[in-house]
């Protein structure tokens, strides 16, 4: 591991823009062939100002990668009856490679039928439960955006992976389980940390990798990292006082980790970039089948 006491900090904003750089090219490599360019699909379900946010840089980034992308905005009191028939009418648009529907839905919608009824060939999310077991079963296919993203990064920087002890903290099925997964195919060692684990600060403390997915205010301070460690921070918190802060605290974690991303900057602009290169891939191969 690097001197501890000079952390490498992990610029997510600069791997994403490379990312995004080659996607675009690949993309008109595509409209060259195809004569069309890949679409994803957009679904944002009621205005949650969040979502709205996250969605709004989803599209633009489509846009400059070249990537067509197709706005559908039902109110918030559609019924999943008609949310279903638009998940269907997208899994038979030829024009649609990828289908994105925006978590979280709002209440009294089921996510999981949400999520079930979308065509995993076009799940640029990586959340189709066949998508998910393709991972678990080392055969990925479309990946979960933010721990691809991550593990991007990893390889960006060539941090050792392999034999590597990874303690990923936070168990969702959006982030905290598919980056257990993809650490595990990468052959770490891996521990996943919940709500319930019994001594926190020792399983984080024997990580050389770790990577948190809490959603809590710099849960994690910088004494429980471990000298060398590589730190992967997917925490975006807004504090009272509107700064952005991740899930470790980022001025303690620096002075003993190996590698660090920063909040903004680090993991965050990774995961539009991978759901970009999703989309992409989704269209070759649909375009291949
Ligand atoms: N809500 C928070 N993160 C995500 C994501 O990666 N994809 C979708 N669809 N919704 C989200």
Redesign the pocket.
């Known amino acids: 591991m690097s001197a501890s006491n000079h952390p490498l900090i992990l610029d997510g904003k600069a791997v994403a823009a490379r990312v995004r750089a080659d996607v675009a090219q690949r993309v008109r490599e595509f409209v060259a062939l195809h004569g069309r360019a890949p679409g994803l699909a957009v679904v944002q379900v009621g205005q949650d100002p969040a ?1 709205s946010v ?1 969605v709004r840089n989803k599209k633009k980034a489509c846009a400059e990668a070249g990537i067509q992308s197709f706005s559908h905005d039902p109110p918030a009191t559609v019924t999943r009856q008609e949310l279903l028939a638009l998940v269907d009418l997208l899994n038979r648009d030829s024009q649609v490679d990828g289908i ?5 839905l709002p209440a009294g919608l089921d996510a999981n039928e949400i999520m079930d009824a979308i065509d995993p060939h076009k799940d640029v ?1 990586g959340f189709h439960p066949t998508n998910t077991g393709l991972l678990a079963q080392k055969r990925p296919a479309l990946r979960p ?2 721990p691809y993203g991550v593990m991007r990064l990893a390889q960006e920087y060539a941090i050792p992976l392999s034999g590597a002890r990874a303690t990923v903290v936070g168990a969702s099925n ?1 982030v905290g389980r598919p980056m257990a997964l993809e650490l595990l195919l990468a052959g770490c060692t891996v521990t996943v940390c919940h709500t319930r684990t019994r001594d926190l600060a020792a399983e984080v403390a024997r990580a050389d990798v770790v990577v948190a997915a809490i959603g809590k205010p710099q849960m994690i301070p910088g004494a429980w990292i471990k000298p060398g460690a590589a730190v992967f921070d997917v925490g975006i918190n807004r504090l009272a006082d509107g700064t952005l802060v991740g899930d470790v605290d980022f001025a303690g974690a620096s002075l003993r980790a190996g590698w660090i991303t920063p909040v903004p900057g680090g993991a965050g602009p990774m ?1 539009i970039a991978m759901l970009l290169s999703n989309t992409l891939e989704a269209a070759l191969r649909r375009m291949a089948r």
């Open positions: 979502s996250y994105l529907v925006q978590l979280p999310d955006c933010t959006i995961t």
